[in-house]
């Protein structure tokens, strides 16, 4: 089987005519009969059968009638990234990322990527929130992921929503403010806490501040820590509580209770970013294969 076998049938099963077909192709009648003829003796299928007035497709040659589109759709996505890579030697991305919010989708979508592009390679950079800010001010990587208020209003670059979050108390499974139904408040607020560094991360220190203020206390602060990662190790250490967004529960593996707060209406939100004037297409199809990634969790 090649592709110009496939050709041929394609344009038979299009036309139902031999005839017409060997027009498409300057060829001669009995040579496409002959080039179908060898098709179907390779798959051990009749593809079409012959009447007065031309042929028809059989069942097993409508059947493989979408396999044969897919094949030559294959068959030319694969030209293309030959074509690519030619021209442009060695292919590469380079994703600066945030690692605890986007856990729970990069690892999958990277995979994804790698599987449809083997031909760029890629390099990945864990950051904290103001590496992320730095690294784009100096240009440093193609794409980014990290929290959207960072992100946001940054002229020459395109900004994509990934998710929106809510915090929650977090706490050892057994810690004595689970006790109760409703979390008590000012029992809370003298409780040690564990929150991020306002000067490695300050907007998430100002989320969780502005949360404690919508819940009417202030938090105890005992210690600061750089990353979600170290504050996580701590709260399982037993060294105290903190806030955090509620969606890590899904995505970190800790003997840790997650409680939703109650009425505070400030959210977290993730995002990517990654410049309009971006040269080569490897972002381009990154970002097509982010989207269609996010599309199809919307719709489970």
């Known amino acids: 089987m090649n592709t110009a076998q496939l050709n041929y049938f394609l344009s038979a099963a299009k036309h139902l005519s031999f005839s017409e077909a060997a027009k498409e192709f300057y060829m001669t009648q009995p040579a496409i009969s002959h080039q179908i ?7 051990g299928a009749k593809l079409f059968s012959r009447t007065s007035r031309g042929v028809v497709l059989t069942k097993a040659g409508e059947l493989f009638l979408e396999d044969a589109k897919r094949l030559l759709d294959m068959e030319s996505v694969s030209r293309e990234r030959l074509r690519t890579l030619d021209a442009s030697g060695t292919m590469r991305l380079s994703v600066a990322y945030l690692a605890s919010p986007c856990k729970y989708f990069l690892p999958e979508v990277i995979a994804r990527f790698h599987r449809e592009y083997p031909q760029v390679e890629i ?3 864990r950051l904290d929130a103001l590496g992320v800010l730095s690294a784009i001010e100096a240009d440093q990587f193609d794409i980014y992921f990290s929290l959207m208020e960072d992100l ?3 002229k020459n670059y395109n900004i994509r929503k990934i998710h929106e979050d809510h915090y929650c108390l977090v706490c050892r499974t057994d810690h004595p403010c689970l006790q109760n139904f409703k979390i008590d408040y000012d029992k809370i607020a003298t409780e040690p806490f564990l929150m991020f560094d306002p000067e490695r991360a300050a907007y998430m220190s100002r989320q969780i501040n502005q ?3 919508d819940l009417n206390f202030t938090p105890r602060v005992v210690h600061t820590y750089d990353s ?8 399982e250490s037993g060294l105290g509580i903190t806030i955090l967004p509620y969606k890590i529960r899904d995505y970190v593996k800790a003997s840790l209770a997650y409680s ?4 505070s209406s400030t ?3 993730i995002g990517a970013a990654w410049k309009k004037d971006n040269t080569g297409p490897a972002v381009d199809w990154f970002v097509s294969v982010l ?3 996010l599309i199809q969790m919307s719709s489970e």
């Open 37 to 43: 003829s060898d098709l179907e003796k390779e798959l």
């Open 123 to 125: 390099s990945l950079h």
């Open 152 to 154: 946001a209003h940054r």
């Open 211 to 213: 949360v404690c203020r």
């Open 228 to 235: 979600m990662e170290e504050i996580l190790f701590a709260v």
């Open 260 to 263: 939703p707060l109650d009425s």
């Open 267 to 269: 959210a977290c939100g």
């Open 291 to 293: 989207n269609r990634y």
